[in-house]
T-cell receptor, first 106, second 112 residues
Framework: KNEVEQSPQNLTAQEGEFITINCSYSVGISALHWLQQHPGGGIVSLFM???GKKKHGRLIATINIQEKHSSLHITASHPRDSAVYICAVEADDMRFGAGTRLTVKP | AAGVIQSPRHLIKEKRETATLKCYPI?????VYWYQQGPGQDPQFLISFYEKMQSDKGSIPDRFSAQQFSDYHSELNMSSLELGDSALYFC???????????FGPGTRLTVT
């Protein structure tokens, strides 16, 4: 069993829909990252969380340390949000989820 | 399934020394990315290689160099180390057919 589990693996949505990607982890962590990667590019860091909730534009990330769970929400999704979203946790090193491939259709 | 392998996992060096970090991609993956993550910071893209050629360059200092070899493994060479180079360095690999990157566990470099 992976130490970082993401769901769903693949997600297709219509433009404007509210999207949620989930991440569960089984190790003690000092921080959790949500990363975005577009085709052909490197990763872009969206959020770093150690508690609570953060918001940036249409993106919201939450973390529940007790439940070892984090969610990434995208409001009013747009085709340009199509990418792979990766959850990564900092333990004594970085542990990565397998990623969620999001496709937003116009 | 085979994963991305990095070595060493931990490395301690003194200021002004050199360090070499190695990344072994998943078999048949032809692209390697290097990232640096300082304490409490977001990961930063350093450099990437495709088919043994540099494909993209990020915030890699001039003191650092990297290459990808014929077996597709990559090495990050770091010279004149500074205290600020202390970080987790991780690499990722992918195949040209998809764009999902698979990440290695990282090398934690401590410069004293």
């Amino acid at each position: 069993k992976n130490e970082v589990e993401q769901s769903p693996q693949n997600l297709t949505a219509q433009e404007g829909e509210f999207i949620t990607i989930n991440c569960s982890y089984s190790v003690g962590i000092s921080a959790l990252h949500w990363l975005q990667q577009h085709p052909g590019g490197g990763i872009v860091s969206l959020f770093m969380l150690s508690s609570g909730k953060k918001k940036h534009g249409r993106l919201i990330a939450t973390i529940n340390i007790q439940e070892k769970h984090s969610s990434l929400h995208i409001t009013a999704s747009h085709p340009r949000d199509s990418a792979v979203y990766i959850c990564a946790v900092e333990a004594d090193d970085m542990r990565f989820g397998a990623g969620t491939r999001l496709t937003v259709k116009p | 399934a085979a994963g991305v392998i990095q070595s060493p996992r931990h490395l301690i060096k003194e200021k002004r020394e050199t360090a070499t970090l190695k990344c072994y991609p998943i078999p048949r993956h032809d692209t390697v990315y290097w990232y640096q993550q300082g304490p409490g910071q977001d990961p930063q893209f350093l450099i990437s290689f495709y088919e043994k050629m540099q494909s993209d360059k990020g915030s890699i200092p001039d003191r650092f160099s990297a290459q990808q070899f014929s077996d597709y493994h990559s090495e990050l060479n770091m010279s004149s180390l500074e205290l600020g180079d202390s970080a987790l360095y991780f690499c990722a690999s992918r195949t040209g057919r998809t764009y999902e990157q698979y990440f290695g566990p990282g090398t934690r470099l401590t410069v004293t």
